[in-house]
């Protein structure tokens, strides 16, 4: 049964890089990324880990814990990390699951039986401070994720879920937003102190509101 957005995130328990971790309390009351990868020792993966170490400081400041799933043992994984660290200029700090038991991918689904019966696809999970499922993202293997996109998300999430409105296409902090069709264009001018843009009564644009 695949996982669906609003779905609790199932917890686990799993040997990882940085040693044992329950799910929950590695996530505590921050949002979560929780990313596969189909195999260790592999080129298009060991560019996306090496990108989701150099933006660990964006994922920081966006209160974000990541954390990589490969279904290969911790001691290869130990040795994969020395390459990544070494080919991408960078420290992976971020732990990396060793399922090689398969437990996690099966949990999350991550195991496409049409796409490889035993490795992962790349699947992204955002999870949020409520442990629900924010957003999915499913990759084939052969194509590398857009890390500065899954922060992009989040950023549009974390407006989201403080303010009534609504990021439109392509649109990336300190943009313009969507006012919610939910508030009247006389509650929004009072709601939104930086004005209102009526397009059409359902397209109403606000500078972006202050994230706190
Ligand atoms: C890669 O990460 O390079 C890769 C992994 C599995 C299949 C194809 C590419």
Partial sequence: MSLRLGDTAPNFKAVTSKGEIDFYEFLGDSWGVLFSHPADFTPVCTTELGRTAQLQGEFDK??????????????????????????????VEFPLIAD?????????DMIHPNASATATVRSVFVIGPDKKIKLTL?????????????????DSMQLTAKHSVATPADWNQGEDVIISTAIK?????????????????YLRYTAQPESN
């Fill in 62 to 91: 966006r209160n974000v814990k990541v954390l990589a799933v490969s279904v290969d043992p911790v001691d290869k994984h130990l040795g994969w990390i020395g390459d990544i660290n070494e080919t991408q200029n960078t420290t």
């Fill in 100 to 108: 090689d038991n398969r437990i996690v991918s099966g949990l999350y």
């Fill in 138 to 154: 499913t990759y084939p293997a052969s194509t590398g994720r857009n890390f500065l996109e899954i922060l992009r998300v989040i």
């Fill in 185 to 201: 264009t006389e509650d929004a001018l009072k709601k939104f102190p930086k004005g209102v843009k009526e397009i059409k009564p």
